[in-house]
């Protein structure tokens, strides 16, 4: 029975969601599955994963196949590396003390790359509010310069009027 890890789909229709699952190749994408092992949200910044390290590690041991999506989650989370450091072990080209150093530093530095992308989304989201901010506070400042303009023509035309009114009386009662 040949075994995939394969994205089972869920949720609604343009807001996708998957399930990571280990499944017969044979069955269909939604259908009968053998464990779940995670799940995969593409629809956040960046995706969420939620994976089981060690059950995926545990099924690749045992020979499944991932698909090309599932491989590059796999990958991303780390347990492809994991599996290459155990093959290298299991040939004798280090101990196994070495392959968890290698495979730590690499977990450490790919999590700097995650967080230092977090900061920038979130960063630039913060510049574009405060840009809003800034550009609102320009239209309203000019909405009240245009008003108070407006005022002040209206105060002058009713000053013209009122001298003109009392010009007008000044002159009947002369």
Known sequence: MPVKI???????KRR???HIVVADSRAPRDGKYIERIGSYNPNTNPATIDLNFDKAL??????????????AILSY?????????????????????????KFQAWKQEKDAKINAK???LSKAAEEAKAARL?????ISAD????IAKKA????????DAEAANEEGAEETEA
């Open 58 to 71: 545990t099924w690749l041991g045992n020979g499944a196949q991932p698909t090309d999506t599932a491989r």
């Open 16 to 18: 996708a969601f998957y």
């Open 77 to 101: 989370e780390g347990v492809m590396m994991k599996k290459h450091l155990l093959e290298g072990v299991k040939k004798g080209a280090f101990d196994e003390a070495t392959a968890e150093e």
């Open 152 to 159: 002040a023509k209206a105060e002058e035309a009713g000053d």
């Open 118 to 120: 977090k900061d920038g």
């Open 6 to 12: 394969r994205l089972a789909r869920h949720g609604r």
């Open 134 to 138: 800034e550009a609102e506070a320009k």
């Open 143 to 146: 909405r009240a310069e245009a």
